[in-house]
C-alpha cells in the first residue's frame, strides 16, 4: 500500500518562506518520479514542480520558477518542496503524488497524498 504524507503547510506573509515535506510509505518500485501539485478554490490541480528519484532533470512551473526548490532524500524516502517569496496567488492546497513518468502533467501521477493547506496573505 502505497502512501504519501504531506506536512509543512500554514499561513505565511507576502514575501514569506515555506518548506513542504511529503514523505513515502510502500513504494518499492526503484526509481519514480516526485511532484508537487496545488490547487486553489475554483480552479484546477496544477503542476508545480517534480523531479526524478534516480537523477536528473527537475521540471517547474513558470510561475513559481526562481522561487520554488524541489529536492529529495532519497535515505528518508522524502521529498521537499522549500517556497520564497510566497505571493497571495500561491494560496492552495498543495498535494505530493508519485508516478513512473515525470513531469508536471497530473496523469502521469498515480499516488496522492492529501494534501496541505498553503495561505499566503498580503
Known amino acids: 500500500q502505497v502512501q504519501l504524507v504531506e506536512s509543512g503547510g500554514g499561513s505565511v506573509q507576502a514575501g514569506g518562506s515555506l518548506r513542504l515535506s511529503c514523505v513515502v510509505f510502500g513504494y518499492t518500485y526503484g526509481s519514480y518520479c516526485m511532484g508537487w501539485f496545488r490547487q486553489a478554490p475554483g480552479k484546477e490541480r496544477e503542476g508545480v514542480a517534480a523531479?526524478?528519484?534516480?537523477?536528473?532533470?527537475?521540471y517547474y512551473a513558470d510561475s513559481v520558477k526562481g522561487r520554488f526548490t524541489i529536492s529529495q532524500d532519497n535515505a528518508k524516502n522524502t521529498l521537499y518542496l522549500q517556497m520564497n517569496s510566497l505571493k497571495p496567488e500561491d494560496t492552495a492546497m498543495y498535494y505530493c503524488?508519485?508516478?513512473?513518468?515525470?513531469?508536471?502533467?497530473?496523469?502521469?501521477?498515480?499516488?496522492w497524498g492529501r494534501g496541505t493547506q498553503v495561505t499566503v496573505s498580503s
Open positions: 523531479v526524478y528519484t534516480g537523477g536528473g532533470s527537475t
Open positions: 503524488a508519485a508516478g513512473f513518468k515525470c513531469g508536471l502533467e497530473i496523469t502521469d501521477f498515480h499516488y
